[in-house]
Structures are given as C-alpha cells and as structure tokens.
C-alpha cells in the first residue's frame, strides 16, 4: 500500500478532515445522494492515503481525491438505474431527509433528471468552482462541450425550479 | 447563471452539512498499529482482485465435485436475519466459530461440503453492539496459539456498499435507508442463480447481515474481505445461511460463523466436528475474554478420525 515508506498520516489526516466534507458536498451535486457521495469520496480518499507520498506533492491533492471520486461516481452511474428501481420497488425513503429544506429538495430532484455530464460539469463550475478550460482538461472533451454542458445544465436547473431570470428580476 | 450558481453552492454545503462522520482516520490508525496492513478492501482492489481468479477456480472445482452450487431463490427476505438479530444482541454477539487449519483450500472445500447440508441460518455481526462504532472482525493468531481479536473500525454504511458493490453482477440492486440516529441499510442483489442479502439493523440490537452467494459470489467475498488482509492469520467475517460459508483466501484460518450465540456457536461446532475438516481445529469461543481462546472443545490440529474429535 505504501511500498516503500510511512505515509505521513498526520499530513494525510489533516488533509481528510480538511475536505473531507467539500468533497461530499460537491459529489453530493452529481451523485444526488449524500450516502453515495460519502462512499465514493470515502474510497478517494483511500486510494489518494495509497499514494499519498506522491499525491502529497501535488499543488491540489483535493482535485485528485475528487477526480478519483467522479471517475468511481461514473462506474457507480452505470447501475444506478438498477440501484434505483430497487430502492423504488423496496419503497425506500432514503434522501433528502426531514432536514433538507424545500430549495434543497427540490434541487436534489432537478439534478436527477439531468444527464450525468452536466451534473459534472455544473458540480465542477460551480461548486469546485474550476474554469472552463480546467474541466476541459480534466474531462478530456473541448472546451465547447463544457460550454454546452453548463448551459444545458443551468437552463434545466432554472426551468425546474423557475428561476427564469424574468421571474427573479 | 448567478441564481444557479449560489443554488448549488448552497446544496453542497448542506450536503456536507448532512455528510456524517467518518471513520477512515481510524481505520488508518487501527491498520497500521497492527498489522501494516489495510484492513478489509480499502487500497487493496487490485491485489484482490487477483486473487480472485484462483478463487473462482477452488470454488468452482469444489462445486463441481461437491455439488455445491445452489440455485437460490431469486431473493430472501430479510426476515430470518432480522429475527436473528435480537439473538446476535449484547454478549452473545461475540460467540464466534472458528476453524484453523493448514490448507485453506482443502478446509474451504470440506467446510463447503459440509456445510451445504448445514441448514441452520447463521447471521454476522461485523458490527460489534458493544462499540457499535466498530464494525468487522479482525482475528490474529499467535505462533503460540494466542489469539487477538479486534474489529476493525469502519463505516457500517461503507460497508455496506462495499459488500455490495463489489460484488457487482448484472442484476444488483441496492437499497439504503436513513433512520436518524439508528441507520438501516439494506442491500439486495439478484442474479441468475445468486441472491445476496444484506441487511442492518443497527440500534440496541447490532448489526446483522446474511449473504446467500454461488461459489463465484463466495469467491468475490473473500477476495473482498480476506485478501485485505495478507498477513497470515486474519479471519474475515463469514456465515452460513442455509449452508454458504465464505472464507479467507489469505490466512491459515476459517471463520465460518460470527455473531452466534453461544448455543448456535457449540452447535455449528459440534456439526463441524461431526465430519473432521482437514488439518484443522475447530472451537468456539468468546473473543473478547481476554483470556485466550475459551475453547468449548477443540480437536488436534491432525485430522481426527472418523466419527468425530
């Protein structure tokens, strides 16, 4: 696991307990779930304490945890459909909770119906607040797909929660 | 674009707001004190999953000669591990079987056969109700024959999805529920010819789980839970329901039923011994008397004739 050294745990604990929680936050907006977002980022995080000795190095060892985190929340993706029929069919209530508020509600029911690439690219803009040209770069597409994805994105978001700038103004 | 913006800045921070308390740290800590090893699967996929193919290979020869690939039903309730719950509450939850032996494929073979005329429902507790913070097993043998047991510090939820997730077949489906300070999860997946369910049901009374799995499930479980756990002499955590027992890959060492009270624990020992397992000794025992192994009786670690120990 950490062939050939200690890992610096304190240096790695600081880091986890630092953010831990932004991350479950900013997967919570792709995974729309907080359950799934924690699992995921917990199993970032286990393969960032793997190579830490090298992740440490890193200018932003966050983007790798939360990188690893979207690549597992993308295999997750595959069988949400499954997944989600089965909480459906055994009439789970699971999230949001008694806790959320009605924007949040709302929002977690917007972001479902999104398609999982504009979920990203809204979680990233937005939340992990990266440029264009970054995520880009990190989804390996043109900038110009961001472009549409984020717009996309945006305009469903508003049309679900009617947050027409019109209505707002 | 702004009215978007600050709306998902605000969902992630209540979602972070939601997110619950980890225990990776923990789990760091734990591992490394111990053993310098990774508990369960946590960075350990890859080596697992190598393992896994000569599993699927012993588990498959032994349920071509044994016969022991049942077609389940395409699920089971949980019924019969929620009633076993209460069973697996308090002291009693620590009552374990245990089986050492020298050829773990040889014993995983034999355990199997036996156990596949086994029909009494078997549940884990890998979370232990006395720390219920705590929640797989983690047994180490020393060479004088002393025996440490801990549970490994872990999310019950990450568990869960762990359990599940990696043993990812076309067909599985998942269900979590939240239950405030009592958190139930219940994971179901369906297969062909596999059914696999977990359940939880954490709060006074522990934490149960039951998995019905074909050999290749049974495989992946291991390579799942045991090859974490390289170092010789670890257990993971196992069960026979209806006859399915799940065993390490990696140690000397067999746990076929955890979480049993103590009648259940002398009873699948007393089966065990009933037709000797290879090269092994099997005992029950309470693992957290600190006193060593509480031995309800053991046979020699030379397989004992016919008839028994």
């Known amino acids: 696991m950490t062939n050939g050294g200690r890992v610096d745990e304190r240096g790695f604990a600081d880091f986890y307990e630092g953010c831990r929680r932004r991350l479950v936050g900013e997967l919570s907006v792709v995974l729309t779930s907080v359950a799934e977002a924690e699992d995921v980022v917990q199993e970032a995080f286990a393969v960032a304490y793997l190579q830490w000795r090298k992740v440490s190095s890193y200018d932003e060892p966050a983007a790798f945890v939360r990188r690893v985190a979207l690549n597992l929340a993308w295999k997750r993706q595959r069988t949400s459909r499954r997944r989600g029929a089965a909480v459906e069919r055994l009439g789970a209530a699971r999230w949001p909770d008694d806790r959320s508020s009605e924007e949040y509600v709302d929002l977690a029911a917007a972001l479902r119906d999104l398609p999982f690439d504009q979920r990203v690219a809204l979680m990233l803009f937005h939340t992990a607040d990266m440029s264009v040209a970054a995520i880009a770069h990190q989804l390996d597409v043109p900038e110009g797909t961001v472009k549409a994805r984020l717009s996309r994105g945006r305009a469903a978001l508003r049309a679900r929660l009617a947050y027409d700038e019109e209505t707002t103004s | ?309």
């Open chain 2, 1 to 309: 674009m702004t009215d978007v913006d600050g709306a998902l800045k605000r969902f992630a921070d209540q979602s972070a707001e939601h997110a619950g308390d980890a225990d990776f740290l923990d789990v760091i800590e734990r591992s490394r004190r111990r053993s310098s090893r990774f508990p369960l699967s946590i960075g350990a996929r890859p080596r697992a999953r190598r393992a896994a193919v000569p599993l699927v290979a012993v588990a498959a020869v032994a349920a071509t000669v044994f016969g022991a690939t049942v077609v389940l039903p395409a699920w089971r309730e949980s019924a019969t591990t929620a009633g076993t719950a209460g069973d697996c509450a308090g002291k009693k939850a620590t009552w374990l079987v245990q089986s050492r032996g020298v050829d773990v494929g040889r014993l995983a073979r034999a355990v199997e056969q036996r156990a596949a005329a086994f029909t009494e429902d078997f549940c884990v507790v890998p979370r232990d109700p006395i720390a219920p913070d705590r929640s797989l097993v983690e047994v180490r043998l020393g060479d004088d024959g002393s025996r440490t047991v801990d549970y490994t510090t872990f999310s019950t939820r990450f568990l869960v999805y762990k359990a599940v997730k990696d043993i990812c077949l076309p067909g599985q489906e998942v269900r979590t529920t939240d239950g405030g300070d009592h958190y139930t999860a219940q994971a179901v997946y369906v297969g062909d010819n596999v059914a696999l369910v977990t359940t939880t049901n954490v709060g006074a009374d522990g934490w149960s789980v039951s998995v019905d799995l074909d050999a290749a499930g049974i495989a992946e479980v291991a390579s799942l839970a045991g090859t974490a756990h390289d170092a010789p002499g670890y257990v993971v955590f196992a069960e026979i329901p209806g006859g399915r027992p799940v065993w390490s890959s990696s140690g000397e060492h067999l746990l076929v039923g955890h979480g049993l009270t103590e009648e259940k624990a002398r009873r699948l020992a007393d089966f065990l011994r009933a037709e000797p397992l290879p090269d092994s000794r099997v005992s029950a025992a309470d693992p957290r008397d600190d006193g060593g192994p509480v031995s309800v009786s053991s046979s020699p670690s030379t397989p004992p004739g016919p008839g028994g120990c």
